[in-house]
C-alpha cells in the first residue's frame, strides 16, 4: 500500500512537472493505466493490458495535453500571413470579414479560399495562411479534420517550420496535397545530411526521383522535394476523405524520431478520442524519420504550427499541365466555381507533451521536478487524499 501511494504522488508530480493548469491534469490524468502500471509494481511478470510507450532509458512515456487550439479562441493563437506568393494571402481583418476564416455555431472551424468572386485573368485569388503563435521543440500534434482543401489549382498543407532561417530548423509537412490527389504525402524539408531511412517500418510508399527512392530531405537539392512518403489509403486526401467525414491525422516528434498516423474517422483509436493518446497502440505509422539517418534534434527545432491553402503557386502551378485537370491554371483561377472545395474544416487541435514515469526508480521523478508553487501543492495534496480515499473505498 505505501508502494502504491508512494507511486501516484510520483504520477502526478509528473504531470505536474509538464503542465501549467492543474484542473485540465487532474482531467487528462489516466488513472486506470496509473493503477495497471502500479500493479506491475506488486506483481513484475505480470503485462500491462495497454501498451505503453517506452523510454530508450527505461521510463514510461505518458503524454499530457499542452495545448489545444479548437471552437471561438482558435484564431486567437495563431498569426496570418500577408508576404508575397502568387495566392493572395488576407489579413485576420479582412479573412473574418470576408469570411474567408470563420467558426461555425457548433464550433467548426473553417478557413477557405475565396470561392464567391469570379476574377480577370491573371488576378490572384484571396486566400489564408496562419502560424501558430507558440513554438514547439518535439510534442505529439493531433489534428481532428472534417475536410481537408482539395481541387485542381489548389495547393494545401497542415504543417510544423522552424522559426530559424529556413530550412535550417526543418519542416515537417504533415498533409500536403495537390489537385484532384487522393493520396496524402508527408514530406520533410531540411538542411543537408538528413535522410530518410529505407525499410524503416511504416506503410507508405517513398516518393522516388528519376526513378528510384529519394531519401535525402535535403531541401537545396531536387527543386525543393524534399523527402517524401505517399500515403497507401486512397481516403487520406481529397473527396474520399471528405465522405468520410475526414479523420485524424496524429505527428509524434521526439528524439528517436518523427512519425505520421492517419485514420479515418471510423477507425479513430480509442485513446486518440478520450485525450489520453498512446501511439504505441496505434500500429505502424503511414510515415517515419528515423535516427539511424537523420539526428532530429539538430535539423527540427522551435516549429510553428501552419495551415495552408495555396492556388496555383510553386507546386499546383508547375505541376498542372501534368496533372490531368483541365485547361491551365491561369484560366481554372478565375472562375470561384472551381474553389468550392478549397475549404479546410477543423474539429480540433491538440499538441500533447512527454511525462516520463520511471517506474524502477520511483524517486527520481520527484527529485527532478521539486515543486515550487504552494496552490499546486495544496491541489496534490488534496488528490492524494482522494486517491487515498478511492483505494481505501476499493
Ligand atoms: C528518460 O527518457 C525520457 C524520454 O526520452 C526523458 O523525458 C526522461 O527525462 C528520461 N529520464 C531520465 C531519468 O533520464
Ligand atoms: C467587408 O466586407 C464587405 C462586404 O463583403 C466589403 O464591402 C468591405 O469592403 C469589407 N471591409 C474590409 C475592411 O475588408
Ligand atoms: C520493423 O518491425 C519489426 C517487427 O516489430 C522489427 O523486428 C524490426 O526491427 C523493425 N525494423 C526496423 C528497421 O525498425
Ligand atoms: C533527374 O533527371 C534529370 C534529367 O535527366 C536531371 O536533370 C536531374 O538532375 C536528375 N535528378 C536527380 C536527383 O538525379
Ligand atoms: C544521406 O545521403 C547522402 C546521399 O546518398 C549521403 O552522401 C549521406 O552520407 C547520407 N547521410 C546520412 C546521415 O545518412
Ligand atoms: C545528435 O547530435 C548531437 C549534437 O551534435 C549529439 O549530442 C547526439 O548524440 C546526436 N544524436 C544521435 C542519435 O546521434
Ligand atoms: C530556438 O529558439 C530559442 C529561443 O528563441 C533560441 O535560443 C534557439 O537558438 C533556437 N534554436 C534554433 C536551433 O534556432
Ligand atoms: C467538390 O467536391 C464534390 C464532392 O466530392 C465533387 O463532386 C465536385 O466535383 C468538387 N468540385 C470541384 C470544383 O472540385
Ligand atoms: C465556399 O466554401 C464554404 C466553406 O467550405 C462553403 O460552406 C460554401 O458552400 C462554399 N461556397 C460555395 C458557393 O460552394
Redesign the pocket.
Known amino acids: 500500500m505505501l508502494k502504491l501511494r508512494h507511486a501516484i504522488i510520483c504520477l502526478l508530480c509528473g504531470h505536474l512537472s509538464e503542465t501549467i493548469a492543474f484542473p485540465s491534469i487532474l482531467s487528462n490524468i489516466n488513472w486506470k493505466a496509473g493503477i495497471e502500471l502500479l500493479g506491475s509494481f506488486e506483481q513484475p511478470k505480470t503485462t500491462l493490458p495497454m501498451k505503453r510507450e517506452t523510454a530508450p532509458n527505461g521510463s514510461t512515456i505518458l503524454w499530457v495535453i499542452q495545448d489545444t487550439y479548437e471552437g471561438s479562441t482558435f484564431f486567437d493563437t495563431f498569426d496570418f500571413y500577408t508576404g508575397p506568393d502568387p495566392t493572395n494571402f488576407v489579413d485576420q481583418q479582412v479573412a473574418i470579414n470576408d469570411s474567408l476564416a470563420y467558426v461555425t455555431s457548433d464550433n467548426k472551424v473553417i478557413m477557405r479560399g475565396d470561392n464567391t468572386t469570379q476574377l480577370a485573368y491573371g488576378v490572384n485569388r484571396n486566400s489564408v495562411r496562419i502560424t501558430s503563435q507558440a513554438q514547439y521543440n518535439m510534442g505529439l500534434f493531433i489534428l481532428d479534420l472534417e475536410m481537408a482543401p ?3 489549382g489548389v495547393t494545401a498543407f497542415f504543417q510544423t517550420v522552424g522559426n530559424g532561417a529556413w530550412p535550417y530548423t526543418g519542416e515537417i509537412d504533415i498533409i500536403e496535397g495537390v489537385h ?1 490527389n487522393q493520396h496524402n504525402q508527408v514530406t520533410w524539408h531540411t538542411a543537408p545530411g538528413c535522410n530518410l531511412t529505407q525499410n524503416t517500418n511504416f506503410t507508405g510508399t517513398i516518393v522516388q526521383t528519376n526513378g528510384t527512392d529519394n531519401l535525402q530531405c535535403n531541401a537545396l537539392i531536387n527543386n525543393n522535394a524534399g523527402c517524401g512518403v505517399m500515403e497507401w489509403s486512397r481516403a487520406s486526401y481529397g ?1 474520399l476523405f ?2 468520410a467525414q475526414g479523420g485524424v491525422f496524429a505527428m509524434n516528434w521526439d528524439e528517436n524520431g518523427i512519425a505520421v498516423w492517419s485514420f479515418y474517422r471510423a477507425a479513430i483509436p480509442l485513446d486518440i478520442t478520450q485525450g489520453n493518446p498512446n501511439p504505441s497502440n496505434w500500429g505502424e505509422p503511414v510515415a517515419a524519420l528515423s535516427t539511424q539517418s537523420c539526428n532530429i534534434t539538430n535539423y527540427f527545432a522551435n516549429h510553428s504550427i501552419v495551415f495552408d491553402i495555396t492556388f496555383c503557386g510553386d507546386w499546383a502551378g508547375n505541376s498542372y499541365a501534368t496533372s490531368g485537370c483541365p485547361g491551365t491554371c491561369e484560366n481554372r483561377l478565375m472562375d470561384p ?5 478549397a475549404s479546410w474544416i477543423i474539429n480540433s487541435l491538440s499538441v500533447y507533451k512527454q511525462a516520463s514515469l520511471s517506474i524502477s526508480g520511483a524517486s527520481s521523478a520527484t527529485q527532478t521536478h521539486p515543486i515550487m508553487n504552494l496552490k499546486m501543492t495544496g491541489w496534490i495534496i488534496s488528490a492524494v487524499i482522494f486517491i487515498h480515499i478511492v483505494l481505501v473505498s476499493l
Open positions: 482539395w481541387g485542381c484532384d473527396p471528405d465522405e466555381t472551381n474553389f468550392v472545395n
